[in-house]
């Protein structure tokens, strides 16, 4: 269950761009689209900086 909201603006050339994306690949919810491109590249940049000689355990969004 999502119960956390987060706000997010954009520019008119962001949100033109957004349009045309969803509208050139047939994107019917925009919401999951941009949390699943958003949460990619969080855990993309994870792994990146994973590991590091400091750090003593990888960052692991789904446990608390």
């Known amino acids: 269950m999502r119960r956390n909201a987060h706000t997010l603006r954009l520019n008119n050339?962001?949100?033109?761009?957004?349009?045309?994306?969803?509208?050139k690949y047939k994107v019917e919810n925009k919401s999951k689209f941009m949390r699943e491109a958003i949460i990619s590249e969080v855990?993309?940049?994870?792994?990146?900086?994973?590991?590091?000689l400091f750090e003593v355990?990888?960052?692991?969004?789904?446990?608390?």
């Open 13 to 23: 050339r962001e949100s033109q761009a957004i349009e045309a994306y969803c509208k």
């Open 43 to 52: 855990l993309k940049r994870f792994d990146r900086d994973y590991p590091t």
């Open 57 to 64: 355990e990888k960052p692991n969004l789904f446990s608390s």
